[in-house]
T-cell receptor, first 114, second 111 residues
Framework: GAGVSQSPSNKVTEKGKDVELRCDPI?????LYWYRQSLGQGLEFLIY????????KSGLPSDRFSAERTGGSVSTLTIQRTQQEDSAVYLC????????????FGAGTRLSVL | EDKVVQSPLSLVVHEGDTVTLNCSYE??????LLWYKQEKKAPTFLFML????IEKKSGRLSSILDKKELFSILNITATQTGDSAVYLC???????????FGQGTRLTINP
């Protein structure tokens, strides 16, 4: 696609429910990243994929968070048993492998946990 | 731990003014520094800087990196209301791939 596409754009859920967020990267980009942006804060790294493998999961805040990527393309971020502190904008980015790691971002999913 | 600090956190100026946004960093094995503009949701890429003293320029925006003093500045001349946004600075370490972001500077341009 022309840009990074994320869905849904907004998600409202009740505390304790599971949610899935989707990211479709730029065609041909092998690297994919998930970040979280809480109100008034900078972006916080969650996880990085190279192809289908995740060499860096160091930013996942708890074992309620998981992500997968299939076919070297679409990725889903799953949050189980959501808590109010999970409320944030979840941003996905993709980049080409190479010397210049310019990450291009999607518009994000705004998650609100009631 | 890698760290990025931006200043000021918020800035309000009049249209036509020139602004300078600051970004200082601490990172092990620096690879690059990036600037993004975030208006509504998606941060959009502005500049990538890897070498000291070489100015990157795009229209009214320019940026430079000082690897000795560990900072970068983003200049915007003849500001317009469309420049109103949050400007994010991020650094990448060698071999790390992930970006470490600062808190951002919220710039407001009043007509």
């Amino acid at each position: 696609g022309a840009g990074v596409s994320q869905s849904p754009s907004n998600k409202v859920t009740e505390k304790g429910k599971d949610v899935e967020l989707r990211c479709d990267p730029i065609s041909g980009h092998t690297a994919l990243y998930w970040y979280r942006q809480s109100l008034g804060q900078g972006l916080e790294f969650l996880i990085y994929f190279q192809g289908n493998s995740a060499p860096d999961k160091s930013g996942l805040p708890s074992d309620r968070f998981s992500a997968e990527r299939t076919g070297g393309s679409v990725s889903t971020l799953t949050i189980q048993r959501t808590q109010q502190e999970d409320s944030a904008v979840y941003l996905c980015a993709s980049s080409q492998t190479g010397a210049k790691n310019i990450q291009y971002f999607g518009a994000g999913t705004r998650l609100s946990v009631l | 731990e890698d760290k990025v600090v931006q200043s000021p956190l918020s800035l309000v100026v009049h249209e036509g003014d020139t602004v300078t946004l600051n970004c200082s960093y601490e990172v092990t094995n620096f690879r690059s520094l990036l600037w993004y503009k975030q208006e509504k949701k998606a941060p959009t890429f502005l500049f990538m800087l890897t070498s000291s003293g070489i100015e990157k320029k795009s229209g009214r925006l320019s940026s430079i990196l000082d690897k000795k003093e560990l900072f970068s500045i983003l200049n915007i001349t003849a500001t317009q209301t469309g420049d109103s946004a949050v400007y994010l600075c991020a650094v990448e370490a060698q071999g790390a791939q992930k970006l470490v972001f600062g808190q951002g500077t919220r710039l407001t341009i009043n007509p």
